[in-house]
């Protein structure tokens, strides 16, 4: 049914599992933890790496140098700032509240970790292909706003509330024009299934059926995951760092570990939903074309970031209400009859 | 095996709903209560998982842990008075919460009795098709009824939220 080496690999250490364990509840269990370790090193690595694109790559286009004294040309910086990061003294801020701000950068990580689930990474290579899987994505993905916005409260400063605030306006307000983009997709595969959708791309991307709609995954992409030019959540020019102004040491690394994976994922939606998944020539495995789009759309995320200024609160909120969802709603009609015309035909 | 480890999920769940639920009426301060009351969602949520209706599972993420029960800890904490007493103070009213307890608890009794239990019938994987047949070809005119009304309290909360004066 399912052709490629991820998928074979997964099978036969299943049979591998079986053959020792024997209880299928218990095989399913281990399986579901390799997987979950998998991805999980998958996600903090990728934070190490996109750190070193975000310094050596940004420099290399702003015309500066970079870090290019640990390890050969800076290779090892992202490294020492990790080790850097674990040495700092955790400050604990007085008349904060303090449940709330331990816990809100942790349950940050959450929802980043768990739609990891729902990406299909190879033919059949997919932890949770369910029934509802894009709306369920989307749907974990808004939980995100909730623990930033816990973080700018309990903290307890005015620079931290005031980037809470933002946090709900800015994301509140994009997640509509982005449903509405999705939609399209939706339509035209019949199914809100993430395989399904990749299926559906095997002869021509919807990059291609939905140009519109791609334009606007992007900007509500970018805006979704605080990625400049529209970080106006941790505005540094503005308000410090936003929420996680009072975080420091490791609890700050959890709220820049969980930026990057939101980076990671707005690259792997973006090739899931847009770019055809793992489709590609034959000559490279599925789970190979996969890695590339994603980190060429990661890479093209951050060159947005590094090349244009941090847009206005204001004129950003208005650009989300006034003209990204009309075009969306514009973009679900003409689809509709897009399709109608298609089955007529 | 399947089943004690489905029955024992089912009571974590539980308690998880009920630990929460109870967690927004004691606490002492508002904003606590309106996070708990976010986790209770959330709890909800993961039920309809566990029944299999993976819809109004995702539904109950998106609208309420992800949209009302924002809005709540937002209006909670911007009109949170720091020089007043606690948000959430208790008050001694115990009689007669009790005896509207008591009568809601007598309700709910006789609504679980009185409601026939479905038979295990035959449900159907793809309930999201499903549920947009009847949306769209049995129930169109409720669900066209509740879509005006939604319009309608969209616009009246923008003109009460532009004032009088620049509208």
Partial sequence: ??????????????????????????VDLLMTII???????????????????????????????GPNRVGPGGLLQSVA????????????????DKWLWVLSPILLLVPSALIYAFFPFDDGVI???VNVGLFLLIAITSQTILPFLMGGYSSNSKYSLI???????????????????LMGIVMITGSLKMSAIVEAQSDVWFIVLQPLAFLIYIVTALVESNRPPFNIVEGESEIIAGPFTEYTGMRWALFFLAEFSNLMCIGILTTTLFLGGWHGPDFLPGFCWFWIKTLLCVLFYQWVGWTFPRARVDSMLSFGWKVLLPIALINVLLTGVGIYVYNVM | MNEMISTLVFYAMAM??????LGVVMSRNLVHSALLMTACFIGVGMLFFYLDADFLGAMEFMLYSGGVAILVVMGVMLTKRHDGPPGNPFNNNTILALGGAGLFVLVMIGVVISTPAPAGGYVSPDTVN????????????PFEI?????????VGAIILAKGDGEA
């Avoid at chain 1, 700032?81 to 904060?96: A, F, H, Q, S």
């Avoid at chain 1, 980037?163 to 983009?181: K, S, W």
């Fill in chain 1, 81 to 96: 700032d990790m080790l850097k990061l674990m040495d700092k003294e955790d400050i604990v801020p007085r008349g904060i």
């Fill in chain 2, 16 to 21: 998880v709903i009920l630990g929460t639920a």
């Fill in chain 1, 127 to 129: 932890l949770a292909d």
């Fill in chain 1, 163 to 181: 980037g809470g605030m933002r946090t709900v306006a800015q994301m509140l307000g994009y997640e509509v024009p982005m449903v509405f983009a």
């Fill in chain 2, 146 to 154: 509740a879509a005006t009304l939604l319009l309608a309290a969209l």
């Fill in chain 2, 130 to 141: 499903e549920l947009a047949d009847m949306m769209l070809n049995k129930y169109i005119l």
């Fill in chain 1, 1 to 26: 049914m399912h052709s490629g080496i991820l998928y074979s690999l997964g099978q036969s250490l299943r049979e591998i599992l079986t053959s020792l364990i024997g209880v299928p509840i218990l």
């Fill in chain 1, 35 to 65: 997987c979950a370790t998998i991805l999980l090193l998958i996600m903090a690595t990728s934070a190490l790496v996109f750190t070193l694109g975000e310094r050596k790559i940004c420099a290399f286009i702003q015309v500066r140098i």
